[in-house]
C-alpha cells in the first residue's frame, strides 16, 4: 500500500489503490507441490491461482517458487493459503516469506508495468 501511495498519491480511494497495487499477468507462475499454475492477478503480498484443483485448503503452510516468465528465474517462498474456489479452481496465497530476491523481482516488475 505504500508503493501505491507514493505512486499515486494518498488521495485515492481504497477501492483504486486496491486495483493499482494488484498486476493482472501471466508474466509470472507458480510452482506448487511439483505443479506449475498460471496466476490470475498478483502483488508483492500474494497471487491468485488459475486451474488449481489441488489438495490445499484455507490455512495451509505451502512453499513453492515464483518464477519469472520473461527472464525464465525462479525465486522459492513460502505463503499461507487465505482463499480456496474449487468450484472455479482458484486459489488465493499470502506470502509469509518471499525473500530478498523474489521481492525484488515482483518489484521491479511492478515497477517497470507504471514505466518507473
Not at 5 to 26: C, L
Not at 28 to 43: K, M
Not at 100 to 113: C, I, K, P
Amino acid at each position: 500500500m505504500v508503493f501505491a501511495k507514493a505512486i499515486f498519491g494518498a488521495s485515492h480511494h481504497r477501492r483504486d489503490r486496491q486495483i493499482d497495487e494488484r498486476v493482472q499477468s501471466s508474466a509470472l507462475e507458480i510452482a506448487l507441490d511439483g505443479e506449475t499454475y498460471q496466476t490470475v492477478e498478483w502483488s508483492l503480498s500474494g497471487v491468485l491461482l488459475a486451474d488449481y484443483f489441488g489438495p490445499r485448503g484455507t490455512g495451509d503452510e505451502v512453499e513453492g517458487s515464483v518464477q519469472i516468465t520473461r527472464d525464465m528465474t525462479s525465486h522459492p517462498f513460502k505463503a499461507v493459503v487465505v482463499r480456496r474456489d474449487p468450484t472455479i479452481g482458484q486459489l488465493a496465497l499470502n506470502f509469509t516469506d518471499l525473500g530478498a530476491s523474489g521481492f525484488a523481482a515482483l518489484e521491479a516488475m511492478t515497477l517497470s508495468r507504471y514505466g518507473l
